[in-house]
Every structure is written in C-alpha cells, then in structure tokens.
C-alpha cells in the first residue's frame, strides 16, 4: 500500500524511482479506508534529505500512510527555504488539535547544546507532552531520542571523548520482541554522535526498557514498559552516502574526522560504502508501523488518548 504525501513533494521522484508506491492527496482522497496519520517533526536542516529517507521506509509496508510534516515556529530553518516550507509543511499549532496513530521526531545537530539552550526546545517539550495524550505510538530518533529520554524520563546525555560515527554490529536484549520480528541476531546500523546516554542511567528508570545494544557504541534501541514511546540512538535509515557525506563535510571544515568505522572496504574512502543495514531499516519501521501503531490504534483516532 501507498504512502499519502502532500503534491510535489520533491521526494515523490526519488521514490518513484525507486519502485516505492507513493500517492498524492487527490488520489488517496478517492479511497474509502482509514490510513494511518503519521506526523513527522523535521528538526534537521535540509528538510529534504530526512524526508526521502523517512518516506521510503513508511512506504515500503502493506498499511496505506499519511503523512504531515511540521517544523519549529521558534526557530526558522536557515538550510530550507521559505517557500519550501510554506508549500509542504505545517507548525505545531495547525496540528495540536489532530490526533495521530504516530509521531517521529528527527535528530537534529545540536547535540553539543544543553537541552534547555536549544532555541526551540520549549516548543519542542510542548509537543512531546501534547503526545502523550494525541499520540498513540512515538518514534524518537537520535538526538530526537536524547531529547525524548530527558524530557520524560530525566536521563542525562554525555559528551563523548572522540565522534562516533560508523557502522556498528548490534545483538538484541530481550526476546520475543516484535519490534524485532525478522531480525538476525546480529544486525547493523549506522551511527553518527558525539554524545551519548549511559546503559547504566536507563536501568536504573523502572518504567523503561533496553531492546538493543553494541558492544561498540553502547545503547541503541530503548522503549517505555507501555511501547508508546521507542527511543532510537543511531541511523538505520541512512542513505548509503550519507555518512560520506558527513565524513567529507567535516574534511572541509578542517576537523580532522576520523574515517567512518565499517563502513569503506579497507578502512578507503575512496572505494565506494558497503551498505549494511537496508534491511534492517525496512524491518524497523515496517515492525514499528505494523505491530505498535496499526495493530493497537483505536480505529477511532480521536479516541486516542
């Protein structure tokens, strides 16, 4: 089944091309079922990117999903033009008074900040209470996991000594789990940070969960005891440049990175990247879509609560 996106939307070509089935409003207007409502908060700075990487892997299942993205009233994207956003996205107060079978928040780059001097990080603490009670299933991705495990859970973020940035070998912590229906037991995905939450702060909180851990880079996947809220630490839905391309952005900078871990045949960047981690991200969001939002949203969304 289809994703519903809004008309135009850039992204539509790519994943045309890519044989993912996308839909147009006018068309998914015509069909008589209930989609899913699925709202993405884009706190990264070319709106773009992160929207084809999203839109592929809610694209790629059997559920028909509609889409709204939203960005921060209190702070303008400098990397999106105006007109962009205006066309395709929404802010906060043209959506509170919806209600939505799901909810992504983006990483962002900002995760060398204290939490409380993001620019946008009341309006962002007032949209993750607002989804307590008008979401049904959230999906925190990177620092928009960092943010997430604060703001409810009090969970401080640490500052590591080097970036981590690679792809890294996983194993699962529990079993059973549907999240994970059709992963191996080992599995791997990127990740990109240079902070991090400790395994030991989370155990401590009885109302969460660790899923998945590396051994490497520590704590990937954790979720609250009611699966309503997923906190995610790395990138499974990383194109297969995109860690190139960071790598080479902090080259220009004069940073001095580190080559990504895993990720060139023979440690050279100028061979091209192995990509191993595609159908991990399809069994993530496809899992998460299926088991945590489809399954167990009231059909009446605005019973959600």
């Not at 229906?181 to 990740?191: A, K, Q, T």
């Not at 590396?214 to 297969?240: C, M, W």
């Not at 879509?289 to 059909?299: A, F, I, M």
Request: glycine share 4%; proline share 6%.
């Amino acid at each position: 089944m289809p994703i519903k996106i809004p008309n135009n939307l850039p992204a539509a070509n790519i994943l045309e091309h890519e044989n993912i089935f996308v839909m147009n409003a006018a068309r998914a207007y015509s069909q008589d079922i209930r989609p899913l409502k699925i709202l993405i908060l884009n706190l990264m700075p070319i709106k773009s990117v992160t929207e084809t990487q999203l839109l592929r892997l809610l694209g790629n299942t059997p559920l028909q999903v509609e889409v709204d993205f939203i960005y921060t009233e209190t702070y303008t994207p400098t990397h999106t033009s105006k007109d962009y956003l205006t066309e395709f996205y929404g802010t906060f107060k043209d959506v509170k008074h919806k209600k939505y079978d799901g909810l992504i928040i983006t990483g962002a780059p900002v995760e060398l900040m204290d939490f409380e001097d993001v620019a946008y990080w009341s309006e962002l603490v007032e949209i993750m209470e607002w989804s307590k009670t008008h979401v049904y299933s959230t999906f925190h991705i990177c620092w928009g996991a960092q943010a997430g495990l604060y703001y409810h859970y009090g969970v401080q973020k640490y500052v590591l000594d080097e970036k981590i940035s690679g792809v890294y070998k996983h194993k699962l912590c529990v079993k059973y789990e549907k999240l994970f229906r059709g992963f191996d037991d080992e599995f791997f995905v990127p990740h990109s940070r240079n902070t991090e939450e400790r395994i030991s702060d989370i155990e401590k909180i009885p109302a969460l969960k660790i899923l998945a851990v590396s051994e490497d880079v520590g704590v990937y996947i954790v979720a609250n005891l009611e699966k309503r809220q997923f906190f995610i630490t790395g990138h499974a839905e990383y194109d297969p440049y995109t860690l190139k391309n960071e790598y080479e952005r902090d080259l220009r900078a004069g940073l001095n990175p580190k080559i990504p871990q895993n990720y060139f045949p023979d440690n050279n960047p100028a061979r091209e990247p192995v990509v191993k981690w595609r159908s991990v991200a399809h069994l993530l969001f496809a899992n998460w879509l299926n088991y945590y939002v489809y399954q167990e949203t009231p059909y009446e969304i605005d019973s959600i609560g």
